[in-house]
């Protein structure tokens, strides 16, 4: 945001606050941006950057009332943004997509309001529209780290396997989420029949993650119907595999498809053996 037209004397007060703010000294600061409002009574950046340093001191109600004077003054994207952002933290959804539309409706470019957007109508579970705002954000830059997890996540729940290892694949050098990573290229990979990466991927997620816990989580999520339309009668079906790898030989995808109906049962433990033992 940069400031126009303002008086030197207001200029200099305002870039002492932001050096103050910057090393945490935040009430001297909020006295120096009021100094130089006082002079400049229009200066939309400091309106702006007091909204900032009370919502870091977790006092939105006078956050809200600084962004608000701001946008009394100009309707910027930055500021319409920030006040997004004091709803969306609230979990008021419906009320911050008012602010960060407008926000790239001002810029349509604006990253963090693509972003945002996004997020927003990715928790009122509208992920069609996440969507659309999250591919902005990865068309401008393309190794967005949350975007493109999001957006994984969203490709995998349409079963669009491909397109969710897409995702995968340009933040796979920078992902801090291994475990969720590996997860997801291990399911993926199964359900697209390339066996050999579905157990490479899913035996380093389960070593990764000796209990399981993201596991059990997104299992637990599914509902017994769910299950039953994923893969069928589970118990009829892992007696029927094991009965078979008794009698031969058991094949690669055998191999993964019962390890797969030992995950869906929450038998981790067997899951975590077998997969192990075919990596070996």
Known sequence: ??????????????????????????????????????????????????????????????????????????????????????????????????????????????????????????????????????????????????????????????????KTIECLDRIRDIADDTVFLNRYYGFCYYHLGDFDKAVSYLTVALESSPRYSKFKNYLKSLTYENKLQEIGDIESKILEMEEKMMDSKPSLREYTHLSMLYIFKGEYQKAESLLQGVAV
């Open 1 to 162: 945001m940069k400031h126009s037209g303002v008086p030197t004397e207001a200029a200099s007060i305002y870039n002492h606050a932001l050096t103050l703010s910057t090393s945490g000294e935040y009430n001297t600061a909020l006295n120096e941006y009021m100094k130089a409002i006082e002079i400049h009574p229009t200066f939309i950046e400091a309106y702006n950057n007091m909204g900032e340093i009370y919502s870091r001191l977790g006092q939105r109600d006078l956050a809200i009332r600084n962004y608000q004077k701001a946008l009394k003054i100009e309707r910027n994207h930055r500021v319409l943004l920030n006040i997004g952002v004091e709803y969306y933290n609230t979990g008021d959804n419906e009320k911050a997509l008012k602010f960060f539309t407008e926000s790239i409706e001002l810029k349509k470019n604006f990253l963090e309001g693509n972003f945002y957007t996004g997020m927003a109508w990715f928790n009122l579970k509208d992920y069609k529209k996440a969507e659309k705002y999250f591919n902005v954000v990865t068309g401008h830059e393309k190794k967005h780290l949350k975007a493109n997890y999001l957006l994984a996540y969203i490709y995998y729940e349409w079963k669009k396997y491909a």
